[in-house]
C-alpha cells in the first residue's frame, strides 16, 4: 500500500485561496463492476479529477476495504471516505470527511453515528475533516433522503439553507457540502451555490444531479470550490472525453 497523503484539507484550503477548482469523483462500491475496475480506474487517472471519494448509504465492509486496497496501489489521488454510517471507516484511506447533516432532524445523522464512529477515528490515522452535509430538493427521492429519513431543504428557501451552511460554519465545520443527492432529477440550484459561496468564508462541496461537463462549469463559476460526479461516471466511464 502507498503512502498516506496528508494534508488534505489544507491542500482544499490553498486550492480555493488560489481560485483553483477540484473534482471529486465518487465511487460506491456497491455499484463497482469489479471485472472492469482496472479500466475504471485507467478513466479516473485520465480525467481531470483530484480527489476519489469512496462511500454510498449502504455499503458491505468487505467491499470497501477491497475497493480502497486497489485504489491506494494503483492511483496517487487523495482517498476520502464519504461515509453513510460508522460501518464504513477504513484506515486505508487518507481522510474521511465527518459529516453532520445539517439540513435534517434525525439525530442519528446529526450526531448519534458520530459518537460511534469518534472512538473508531480515533484507532486510526485518517485525516478527519469535519464536513457540514446539507441535502437540497431535486425532484426525486435520493437515496440519501430514504435512508437518513430526512427531508431535504426546499429548493425555493434560499435564505434557510444561507442560514443552516452559515450554522455549520459558526459550528466549526471545515467544508460545507451541497447535495441533491446520487441520481437527482435535478442539481444543486446555481444561484443558491452562489448565495452561499459569498456568504461563507469555507469551501463548498457541490455535488448530485451533475450529468455533464457544462454543468460543472456553471457549478464552479456559481462558486463551488469542488464538484464531485458519482452517478454520471458510473454510467459512462467515457464522461470526460465529450
Do not use: C
Request: hydrophobic letters at 45%; charged letters at 20%; aromatic letters at 4%.
Amino acid at each position: 500500500m502507498k503512502q498516506k497523503i496528508s494534508n488534505i484539507h489544507q491542500q482544499i484550503l490553498e486550492a480555493k485561496k488560489k481560485g483553483q477548482k477540484l473534482l471529486a469523483i465518487l465511487l460506491d462500491p456497491d455499484k463497482i463492476v469489479w471485472e472492469n475496475l482496472d479500466h475504471l480506474l485507467v478513466k479516473i487517472k485520465q480525467s481531470p479529477a483530484t480527489h476519489i471519494f469512496v462511500g454510498g448509504s449502504i455499503v458491505h465492509a468487505t467491499i470497501l476495504e477491497d475497493l480502497l486496497t486497489e485504489l491506494k496501489q494503483k492511483t496517487n489521488l487523495p482517498v476520502v471516505i464519504f461515509p453513510g454510517d460508522p460501518s464504513q471507516i477504513s484506515p486505508q484511506a487518507d481522510a474521511i470527511l465527518f459529516l453532520s447533516l445539517l439540513s435534517g432532524r434525525n439525530p442519528d445523522y446529526l450526531i448519534e453515528y458520530q459518537v460511534q464512529a469518534a472512538p473508531i477515528l480515533k484507532r486510526t490515522n485518517l485525516e478527519v475533516i469535519s464536513t457540514g452535509y446539507i441535502l437540497i430538493e431535486s425532484g426525486n427521492e435520493t437515496a440519501v433522503a430514504r435512508v437518513s429519513k430526512t427531508k431535504p431543504l426546499k429548493r425555493e428557501n434560499l435564505d434557510l439553507v444561507l442560514a443552516t451552511a452559515q450554522a455549520g460554519e459558526m459550528l466549526g465545520n471545515k467544508l460545507m457540502y451541497l447535495e441533491a443527492g446520487s441520481g437527482a432529477k435535478n442539481a444543486v440550484p446555481l444561484e443558491m451555490i452562489q448565495l452561499i459561496s459569498q456568504n461563507i468564508e469555507i469551501p463548498i462541496i457541490v455535488g448530485g444531479g451533475i450529468v455533464d461537463l457544462q454543468g460543472i462549469q456553471n457549478a464552479y463559476k456559481a462558486g463551488a470550490d469542488l464538484v464531485v460526479i458519482g452517478t454520471a461516471f458510473e454510467n459512462d466511464s467515457h464522461f470526460f472525453e465529450a
